[in-house]
């Protein structure tokens, strides 16, 4: 072993560079917070793997600022074509396409190979200052009160100590980080349950459709097209002990044997890989300094494509809070990480494994119920930040997902409700109250206030500093409220607080409680 330099530090060091860890560092970034990450792979990971982006996980992108490229690099899920050797047998769809309302702005699961995904959030966490460390791993793990002793090594076997307030393991369902914490993994791998997938050029398909032969003997084969790509993400069920190549040669073979098409060709692979079949989950995600994100903390079976947007979600769940506890907030803060996100996951892995038997079941021409996936329903109701302060319940609940709306500035222009909450800040909405009035007496200084009037029953308030203008209602509306009525947004996007006038000065000891900002 290398002796080690002095070690450096940081505030928070993360391992794994994949979705999870990169929507984590942003997010870190973008707060001033000092952070590391890094991979043990060379670069960034090939392959389509967690392609389905969710409706809330395109939200939390949108605050990110990289809707626009993932939008790009995007494309709906196609409709299946389906085949009996070369005879047509009629089609169906996975997901339904749905438009955009108010409230939701991304209503549908969007395609994006995963390889896209993590390249834009590497660019946007460069932009933000921070760059990826690519092969370097996590060998050895120290942890007492004041911080984490971390020991990296580099692939040419250099090491180096950090010392970090924090570690985060987002490396995968093999985590170092989770095995040097002890923490355990629970659940199963089934063996017997193996899917060969690729991404690949295919010659013969037309690229208007999903390809599919869902009862093909020997197992169902599909081809997916691959928005902003030549290629299709290829998809082959194996039968247990079944061996195969992992070539062109293999993959071609084993369309043919199993379509009875000569002219279906495929070439020139990027990316081959056999998947097996994993239920599991962390027995905490949390330990001291050391907490576990993503497919370290929870691995999906892949039907109704959670895997990847649980992870997302615990980033952007858990990275406001380290934010605000390192800049003063109190500790007890991140106690509710593992409280909110360990019940999620758990529901999650629940509904996957449902899914997942219904979908081995009806082979491909499974339909994925979207509302129950979307992820737009989850919640942390039960949460202790979650403070329902009102005398009469409204359609929503403090832990419920804010919902988004449209309004008018006070000139006219056209806003979204989003626009206004975007960024790494808790907001309050004061419904009808000037904002003078609301900032002297309830918040704390710096608080991020914006005043929603409703023009037909509010004059605009003097002084107000961002008035929203609720033209038709649909905020009032969407969030149950009156005038007099008080919500605060948490930095993730979830309604942490509803206070109604009776109950107003809640919104100050609410703050202090998730917010770096002294009361």
Not at 94 to 109: E, G, H, K
Not at 175 to 191: I, K, L
Not at 322 to 330: N, S
């Amino acid at each position: 072993m290398s002796s080690l330099r002095r070690p450096t530090e940081c505030e928070v060091l993360i391992a794994g560079a994949g979705p999870t860890g990169l929507a984590l560092a942003c997010d870190l970034a973008r707060r001033g917070v000092s952070c590391r990450i890094v991979d043990k792979l060379p670069g960034l990971r090939p392959g389509s793997r967690g392609k389905g982006l969710q409706p809330r996980t395109l939200e939390i992108l949108e605050d990110l600022g990289v809707i626009g490229e993932i939008l790009a690099h995007s494309g709906p899920y196609l409709p299946f074509r389906g085949y009996d050797g070369d005879r047509a047998i009629g089609g169906w769809s996975w997901f339904d396409q749905v438009r955009p309302r108010p409230d939701t702005p991304y209503p549908s699961l969007r395609m994006v190979p995963q390889y896209a995904t993590e390249r834009i959030l590497c660019d946007r966490l460069e932009a933000l200052g921070v760059r990826v460390e690519h092969g370097v791993e996590i060998v050895d793990l120290r942890q007492d009160p004041d911080g984490v002793s971390v020991v990296l090594r580099a692939d040419a076997g250099a090491e180096e100590s950090v010392r970090c307030a924090y570690l985060v393991g987002a490396d995968g369902a093999h985590s170092r980080v989770r095995a040097a914490a002890g923490v355990g993994f629970r659940g199963e791998t089934d063996g017997d349950r193996r899917v060969l997938v690729g991404d690949i050029a295919v010659e013969g398909l037309d690229r208007e459709h999903t390809h599919a032969w869902p009862d093909a003997a020997g197992g169902p084969v599909a081809f997916f097209p691959l928005p902003g790509t030549e290629e299709f993400c290829f998809f082959a069920g194996l039968a247990p002990g079944e061996d195969v190549t992992l070539t062109a040669g293999g993959v071609a073979g084993l369309v043919a044997a199993r379509t009875g098409r000569a002219d279906i060709r495929p070439h020139s692979p990027s990316w081959l890989s056999v998947y097996t079949f994993n239920v599991r989950m962390a027995e905490r995600f949390r330990t001291g300094r050391v907490f576990l994100a993503g497919d370290a903390a929870h691995v999906h079976p892949p039907a109704g494509g959670q895997g990847v947007n649980t992870g997302i979600q615990d980033a952007f769940n858990l990275g406001w809070k380290l934010g605000a506890v390192l800049r003063g907030a109190p500790e007890g803060l991140l106690d509710s990480y593992e409280e909110e996100r360990l019940p999620v996951a758990a529901r999650v892995l629940e509904l996957s494994s449902r899914l997942q038997t219904a979908a081995a079941r009806e082979n491909l021409r499974f339909r994925q119920p979207g509302r129950e996936t979307h992820q737009l329903q989850l919640n942390y109701r039960d949460s202790a930040l979650s403070w329902d302060r009102r005398t009469a319940a409204g359609p929503l609940r403090a832990g419920d997902r804010a919902p988004d709306a449209v309004c008018r500035d006070p000139y006219g222009a056209r806003v979204r409700l989003f626009d206004a909450l975007r960024g790494p800040q808790a907001t309050v909405l004061a419904f009808g109250l000037d904002d003078t009035g609301v900032r002297q007496e309830l918040l704390p200084p710096g608080a991020a206030v914006r005043t929603v009037i409703h023009p037909e029953v509010d004059a605009s308030p003097a002084g107000a500093r961002a008035v929203l203008v609720d033209a038709d209602s649909s905020v009032h509306t969407a969030y149950g409220v009156a005038k007099g009525d008080v919500a605060v947004i948490r930095p993730d996007g979830y309604i942490g607080l509803l206070a109604d006038r009776r109950n107003l000065s809640d919104v100050r000891p609410y703050l202090a409680r998730i917010s770096p900002v002294p009361a």
